[in-house]
């Protein structure tokens, strides 16, 4: 199976039959032709999920709702919170609030809570099992908030995250945000991820152009028998 970075939280799983899209805002290049999702993963066969967490504007465009005039076995899920602002229509795709859930034949995809709008997904595919946190994150700026905004931040986050590991004890990978905007805590939501829940391999995200600071999160990650993986560039990939 095949994990590529596409942009920001945008990510594409290859399985054998069939391709993942999550949380698609722009494509691997500016020039969308050169671009991995465009010049490849929109040309290969089987059947094309397209996921979206939430309405945000760097998680959801509604450009992929033209994909359906060059796939033709296309199917979109989406968070409930894309419809209920009206970003696309009920015939548009199927829609999860926190703990609905997706299967066919290929996937099964539970939706699970997020600490800003709508969901993160719990993926299972095969024998994998993979996460995409959405928004999910231990979002708080030590340097400008106050204790009461942490303290409320940190329990808002543990008890999302303490409902996702009663319901599962082992990842096999994981997407997860380390955004350097956050200050000198911006690893404390991932660092308390792999804390709770086994997780062989993870993929910072919503980490913009900053590889480095992404790439830093790597020590920690090893130190809990975890591999964090170290991007490059946009339209990397590995296989997990």
Known sequence: MKLTYIYHSGYAIEAKDFTVIIDYYKDSDDNLR?????????????????????????????????????????????????????????????????????????????????????????????????????DLNNWHWNEESTEEEIREAETFYRNELDLLAANVKHIDMAMFPVDPRLGKDYMKGAEQFIDAIQTTSIAPMHFGEAYDKASAFAPYAAAKGSKAIRWQQRGENIEF
């Open 34 to 134: 050169e671009g991995i999702v465009h010049k490849k993963l929109l040309k290969n066969k089987g059947r094309l999920y397209v996921l979206s967490t939430h309405s945000h504007a760097d998680h959801f465009n509604s450009d992929i709702l033209k994909w359906k005039a060059l796939k033709k076995d296309i199917t979109y899920i989406f968070s409930k919170d894309i419809l209920d602002s009206r970003m696309a229509g009920e015939e548009d795709a199927i829609y999860l609030d926190k703990l609905d859930v997706y299967k066919d034949h290929n996937i099964i995809i539970r939706a699970f809570g997020s600490t800003d709008l709508g969901v993160s997904y719990l993926i299972h595919i095969k024998d994998k099992t993979i996460f995409h946190a959405g």
